[in-house]
């Protein structure tokens, strides 16, 4: 009775139930990088991931969903944990590619309500 649609879960006819929120496999383990590049409010180094790290560990998390959220929901979600404060600093820091990672999937979920 279940029936793949093309490009989303498959479906059960009847079924009026809403979507799972997203999660990440218990064996996702990201790439973590060798060293952190992140900054603080002084310009020096505090052992957190950078711009472009917390991207790369936001984006291999959600490309390691099923199903894989659409372009503009991953950057909907690169927005959300990107935004700086007055200052120009990013507003969230992490010091995994896993916490990303996770802060990652719960921005998903958020923005799908």
């Known amino acids: 009775m279940a029936k793949e649609q093309a490009g989303g879960p498959a479906h059960v006819e009847g079924s009026t139930s809403t979507p799972k929120a997203a999660k990440l496999a ?12 992140g900054v603080d ?29 659409t372009a503009t929901d991953c950057q909907n979600v690169f927005d959300k944990l990107l935004e700086r404060d007055e200052h120009g600093k990013l507003k969230k820091q992490f010091k995994t590619a896993k916490e990303a990672g996770e802060a990652a999937v719960a921005a998903l979920n958020e923005l799908k309500g």
Request: net charge negative.
């Open 26 to 37: 218990e064996d996702f383990v990201p790439n973590e990088p060798a060293t952190h590049s």
């Open 41 to 69: 409010e002084k310009g020096l180094p505090n052992e957190t991931l950078s711009q472009n790290q917390t991207t790369r560990a936001a984006n291999e998390a959600l490309l390691s969903l099923r199903p894989q959220p």
